[in-house]
């Protein structure tokens, strides 16, 4: 079984920062690539970032220049920092997988972790 569990959400104020980390654990075999995605209230979930194994990344231009994604291999980890926060930048943040254990490839969810921009 394997698990995502994101964490560092929380309550900031326009402009601070916040870093996100998320956690695959359980049978894995091979992690293909790793995303970040965020849901605001009453709109679709949309991408954030991506990293793939070998460390390349991609960004959705509304976190360009502002949002950095990175991993940890070692420790299954991968992390978003957030800097110059502002309030469009609310919603639910979520880490999705694609990985691979014994039984085959799939897509993985953590469940989900607030991130809050306000005075």
């Known amino acids: 079984q394997v698990q995502l569990v994101e964490s560092g959400g929380g309550l900031v104020q326009p402009g601070g920062s916040l870093r996100l980390s998320c956690t695959a654990s359980?049978?894995?075999?091979?992690?293909?690539?790793m995303a970040w995605y965020r849901q605001a209230p009453g709109k679709q979930r949309d991408l954030v970032a991506t990293?793939?194994?070998?460390?390349?990344?991609n960004y959705a231009d509304s976190v360009k220049g502002r949002f950095t994604i990175s991993k940890d291999n070692a420790k299954n980890t991968m992390y978003l920092q957030m800097n110059s926060l502002n309030a469009e930048d609310t919603a639910v943040y979520y880490c999705?997988?694609?990985?691979?254990?014994?039984?085959?490839?799939?897509?993985?969810w953590g469940q989900g972790t607030q991130v809050t921009v306000s005075s």
């Open positions: 999705n997988g694609d990985l691979a254990n014994w039984s085959g490839r799939r897509d993985y």
């Open positions: 359980g049978s894995i075999v091979k992690i293909y690539a």
């Open positions: 990293i793939t194994s070998g460390g390349s990344t």
